[in-house]
Nanobody
Framework: QLQLVESGGGLVQPGGSLRLSCTASGGTLDYYALGWFRQAPGKEREGLSCISSSGDPTYYADSVKGRFTISRDNVRSTAYLDMSSVRPEDTAVYFC?????????WGRGTQVTVSP
């Protein structure tokens, strides 16, 4: 069973940068499409970005386009979300997601707080 663990969250000032990682165990990410989502208190989970198994970024939400970058390293079975020019409204729990042939796996999330 694939397990995903996010890391790299924390407190960051507005305008700053942060790198989130999502590392898989119990399998490799080679054939999975990967995505990053977030959920702020009182709001629905929001899809931010996804990347295909071949490594081509396929989607960015308008809210993060031009500020966030998704990437993957299949050798390390890790996905990344590079966040820059962060804003207070980026405060949320960030989740990674892997999907392949109808299967779906989620991590437990990492908290990102953007505050002075």
């Amino acid at each position: 069973q694939l397990q995903l663990v996010e890391s790299g969250g924390g407190l960051v000032q507005p305008g700053g940068s942060l790198r989130l990682s999502c590392t898989a165990s119990g399998g490799t990410l080679d054939y999975y499409a990967l995505g990053w989502f977030r959920q702020a208190p009182g709001k629905e989970r929001e899809g931010l970005s996804c990347i295909s198994s071949s490594g081509d970024p396929t989607y960015y939400a308008d809210s993060v386009k031009g500020r966030f970058t998704i990437s993957r390293d299949n050798v390390r079975s890790t996905a990344y979300l590079d966040m820059s020019s962060v804003r207070p409204e980026d405060t949320a729990v960030y989740f990674c997601h892997a999907t392949r042939q109808g299967t779906h796996f989620w991590g437990r999330g990492t908290q990102v707080t953007v505050s002075p």
